[in-house]
């Protein structure tokens, strides 16, 4: 037996060990540990080097094969545990845990207590305690080992087991090889037995682990690292006086900032001479730190091994968690969108094929070097997703089953057909969606695993190019086949996280790479360098917990081999001594200063204060060693870089640096705007548009000929004009341009309506206006009275019925109460309406319906080329006279217009000049009616006078005027930007730079104007 608190150490004398036999065993705590261990004499044919779950696979395997077995995975471990608690709990068997069995956590919490049972050889007559949580741990131990013997299977205490035996029995030409254990740990009764019965087969064993050196053993440290090692949670540590650097430690503003101070530090001793494979980054948490590490190391171009491997969004698992999201949300167009942009539409359907789950039982699974890929397939075979997601909107799917599917894409063909459009794609989506939707249309609502394991399984393989990652993953929950019935949800839950993401491995060979992984993963392992980072209270220690399961008063009771929570504290002091015991010259220690996520801050851990403790002989005061770690790393939250350029990890710190540097020094950071082009076009457009001077950055503003002769093209005269879009000039020019000159608009998204919009309630009251005064005309009942209103509410109702049940279809409602609601109200507002026409405008007949014009645009003499659609032409019953009108479904204005409404009520006087032209005839007036309960039923009409024509005519030449001149500025209404659809393009603080713009700019004299036109 050899102990040291340095890992070298234990490597040399397991080296000096294995230098004396040609052949050995030696049992390391991962595959990787003892990695520095070379034989003594030439080649290493005779050294087999193995962890102890792999030595025991080896033992047991003719066992197996001889039985029949077959090795259990983690996840299946949990799917059985989920199994037998189904069983139980039907069978009427569980008492205690009754309440809390059906969670989702109990399985996985029962699966690691069953285990924990096993290793330390517990028996189900053992457990058996009346009244007691134990009696139903009994219950479901013998019902756990039942089922292992039913499905043939072996767990890791089971391959202990006949590994052991295989040991004793002396069949396997590994027993009675020298042996040696590099600080393998034996964490259970069950991996000690193991290795005494392995031991006891051979004479020569070495047992190398870490631990206290015999008293009065330890030489003198000459270094500070081994000063630390040696007094480590020492009760009475002495005083190291000597400064060698070779422990330091320092803290940052979060774990962010102290993962790049980390890369920076590596890339100082990369200076110094030191290679990379000689350093370590040893991780207590590894999921929070590992992508941060990740991030600063690729920032640094520094190369690195990740032991866990890294994590990379896992297309083939979302694509298929989009399909299941899809068929629990009645067949969402969305979520099979959301598949189609993943890209992982398949080439051709595969045969079926079983994939093997991914284990540490099931031993290292590596790619044979000769494996060629195959090539993929030519893009002419391949369906290619190319406008399907548009195509999908215009076919209106949203959800509502398969034959709302197929009856959709028909129509969409059917189209096409008509119109003569090219039906490639089309035919292309239909071909791959049809099919995928009748999987998804025939998933039941509830089923047993075993059910659902068989359809998911065809599923993937007819809709995913890489489908192996999620067959992988369903061969591992082959054991709870008859688990269930469970939901579609809970399927989709249970795959969820192993599926979002997709853990790469980490390549073959780590040399000449920075080695990140786990505190465990240090054992049997030395570094010239290690990092140690997390030293902050709550993340190292971590608080130990007992098994919620089986508390540790009741785990005294059972057995003295079950382990306790204060082993796992005496645990969580060794992941400490194995971080400093991994380091040979170097040991640098951080801790964050700040919870970023939550704003709050952080404090060393007493771990981070033990390890200058062991160093200084004394516990150092907080403060001071609060200021020494600070000082150590200068970094900043509000100002992430070193003080010196030749710290920065990447440009974007030197250029922080030199930026810091060149503050007060006039042309200090002139490189940025002659290194790089697309730089400094980004910078002086950042900064004029904070500028307080219109220029070209802010939006349309432009002196350039060519971009005025080009506008020239888009002025009121040269091209036609809606009067929405000549209304948008007063809201904000940029607006005007992006909507009017840009034609931008939105992307069209097909979505489910959860509650009716705005936009969709106006459009299905136009329409029923529309198709009702059609109705009223033929049967002679306009104008609307009070004798013809009980016919004309009627008709009212049957067309509201119509006219709803044809936008049901299209748009699909998710929730059809809502719907029916939001109808009913569009009723009252209808039937309102009609109310007030009968009564106060019976005078004026309807004659023209959703006039529309501008195919060839329509020339106003007040300077516009105009289209559009009128929605209610209206003749006066007595004499020769016109009146247009345009309903609103909206809020009426707070600020009734006089004539153009400030540049934002034009329809009234556009429409009533265009319909002048079209009729020949005079128009009185124009009307807008807001003609909702919201609109409160207010009529505002505006005299089609000199007046009002002279105004109309002076707004028109001064959007032309802006037009011309080239200044469209984002210049935006209050608050218009809130509810504006380009603010995507803008941004979220137009509003704030415009307040920073000259005011007294004469070119904004025409938009003021038209602002102040009543």
């Known amino acids: ?52 779950v792999q030595a025991a696979a080896e033992l047991a395997r003719s066992a197996m094969a001889e039985r029949g077995l077959a090795p259990l995975s983690a996840l299946g471990r949990e799917a059985v545990a989920a199994r037998i608690t189904q069983n139980a709990l039907a069978q009427g068997q569980l008492a205690y845990f009754h309440p809390v069995a059906a969670l989702p956590g109990f399985a996985r919490a029962l699966a690691r207590t069953l285990v924990e049972l096993r290793l330390a050889r517990v028996s189900p007559e053992q457990l058996a305690f009346d009244g007691m949580p134990t009696g ?15 499905l043939s299977m072996v767990d890791l205490p089971g391959l202990l087991a006949l590994a052991t035996e295989a040991a004793i ?45 015999g008293l009065g053993s330890n030489p003198a440290a000459t270094t500070s690292l081994e000063h630390l090692r040696q007094f480590l949670f020492s009760t009475k540590p002495a005083r190291f006086t000597k400064n060698d650097h070779c422990f330091e430690f320092f803290s940052a503003p979060g774990e962010g900032l102290e993962a790049v101070e980390i890369a920076r530090r590596i890339i100082r001793l990369a200076r110094k001479g030191k290679s990379f494979d000689q350093v370590a980054i ?65 080439e051709t359907p595969e045969a079926p094929k079983w994939v093997a789950p991914e284990d540490e039982l099931l031993g290292p699974q590596k790619n044979d070097e000769n494996d060629v890929a195959e090539p993929p397939a030519a893009e002419a075979n391949r369906p290619t997703p190319w406008r399907w997601e548009r195509l999908l909107v215009e076919a209106s799917v949203i959800e509502g089953g398969k034959q709302r599917w197929e009856r959709r894409l028909n129509g969409l063909e059917a189209e096409f057909v008509l119109q003569e459009k090219p039906l490639g794609q089309i035919q292309n989506l239909k071909k791959l969606a049809l099919p995928l939707i009748g999987l998804l249309d025939a998933l039941p609502i509830t089923a047993n695993w075993s059910v659902w394991l068989e359809q998911l ?92 399961l089986l508390l540790d008063k009741l785990r005294e009771a059972v057995s003295e081999a079950l382990p306790l929570r204060k082993q796992r504290v005496s645990d969580e002091r060794q992941r400490l001594h194995l971080a400093v015991a991994a380091a040979r010259d170097r040991l640098i220690v951080s801790y964050p ?87 400094a076009r980004s910078l ?104 013809r209103l009980p016919e004309a509410l009627k008709r009212a109702d049957t067309m509201l019925d119509r006219v709803a049940a044809k936008y049901q279809e299209k748009l699909a409602p998710a929730i059809p109460r809502v719907w029916k609601s939001e109808i009913e109200d569009l009723r009252t507002d209808l039937r309102g309406w009609l109310q007030h026409v009968a009564r106060n405008d019976d005078e004026w007949e309807p004659v023209r319906f959703e006039l529309a014009f501008g195919d060839t645009p329509l020339a106003l003499a007040e300077g516009v080329n105009l289209r559009g659609r009128i929605d209610l032409v209206e003749k006066h019953v007595s004499r020769e006279a016109f009146r247009v009108t345009d309903h609103k479904t909206g809020k009426r204005p707070d600020t009734i217009p006089r004539w153009v409404g400030g540049g934002r009520s034009l329809q009234p006087l556009l429409y009533g000049l265009a319909a002048e032209q079209l009729l020949g005839s005079t128009v009185e007036s124009g009307k807008l009616f807001y003609a909702t309960q919201r609109g409160g039923y207010t009529p505002v009409e505006i005299k089609l006078d000199d007046r009002s024509r002279l105004f109309l005519q002076k707004l028109l030449s001064d959007i032309d005027a802006s037009i011309e001149s080239g200044f469209l500025p984002p210049a935006p209404a209050k608050d218009a930007c809130e509810i504006c659809d380009y603010r995507i393009v803008c941004g979220p603080y137009e509003e704030r730079r415009h307040g920073k713009k000259d005011r007294h700019d004469v070119r904004l004299d025409l938009l003021t104007e038209i602002r102040g036109m009543a």
């Open 136 to 150: 139903d741990l009994a219950t479901l131990l013998d019902l756990y080992q039942a089922e292992l013997a039913e």
């Open 684 to 787: 002086r457009a950042r900064w004029a548009r904070w500028n307080h001077k219109w220029r070209p950055a802010d939006g349309l503003v432009t002196a350039d000929a060519g971009a005025l002769e080009a506008l020239g093209a888009q002025r009121l005269t040269a091209r036609a004009w809606s009067p929405s879009a000549l209304e948008d000039f007063a809201v904000c020019p940029y607006k005007f341009a992006l909507h009017g000159i840009y034609r931008l608009k939105p992307r069209d998204e097909s979505e489910q309506l959860q509650q009716m919009d705005p936009r969709t309630r106006g459009a299905l009251f136009h329409e029923i206006q529309f198709e009702l005064f059609h109705d009223l005309q033929r049967a002679g009942l306009l104008p609307v009275n009070d004798d």
């Open 1 to 52: 037996m050899v102990k040291s608190w340095s890992n070298g150490t234990l490597i040399q004398a397991v080296e000096s060990f294995a230098a004396r036999f040609p052949e050995i065993v030696i049992i390391g705590p991962r595959h990787l540990a003892g990695e520095g261990v070379t034989p003594g004499h030439s080649g290493s044919v005779g050294v087999h080097r193995v962890t102890l």
């Open 282 to 346: 040893l991780l207590r948490n590894p999921d929070r730190y590992q992508p941060m590490i990740e991030d600063a190391l690729r920032r640094a171009q520094i190369p690195a091994w990740f032991s866990r491997g890294t994590a990379r969004p896992h297309a083939s698992g979302r694509a298929f968690l989009a399909l299941l999201l899809c068929a629990s949300e009645r067949l969402s167009a969305s979520r099979f969108a959301e598949y189609l942009s993943l890209g992982q539409v398949p």
């Open 169 to 213: 029995s002396g069949a396997h030409p590994w027993v009675g090889l020298p042996l040696a254990r590099l600080d393998a740990d034996l964490e259970s009764r069950a991996h000690r037995e193991f290795f005494n019965s392995l031991a006891a087969r051979t004479p020569d064993v070495l047992e190398a682990e870490l631990g206290e050196v």
């Open 457 to 548: 399984a065809e599923l993937a393989r007819l809709s995913l190019r890489d489908a192996d990652p999620v067959l992988s993953v369903l061969a591992e929950l082959a054991p709870m086949g008859d688990v269930g019935p469970v939901a579609l949800e809970e399927v989709a839950s249970v795959l969820s996280e192993r599926l979002r993401f997709l853990r790469r491995e980490p390549p073959a060979q780590r040399w000449g790479c920075v080695f990140v992984g786990s505190i465990e993963e240090a054992r049997g392992r030395e570094f010239g360098v290690v990092f140690l980072p997390g030293l902050a209270e709550g993340l190292f220690p971590q608080r130990m917990l007992e098994d919620p």
């Open 593 to 679: 200063r700040m919870e970023v996520a939550e704003a709050r801050p952080r404090v060393p851990s007493f771990y981070a204060l033990e390890l200058p403790r062991a160093v200084e002989g004394s516990l150092p005061e907080l403060k001071a060693f609060e200021d020494r770690a600070r000082d150590a790393a200068p970094a900043r939250l509000n100002w992430p870089a070193p003080k010196e350029a030749f710290d920065a990890i990447d440009d974007a710190e030197y250029d922080l640096v030199a930026i810091a540097g060149a503050r007060n020094n006039s042309g200090g950071v002139h490189y940025l705007v002659e290194a790089n082009p697309h730089v």
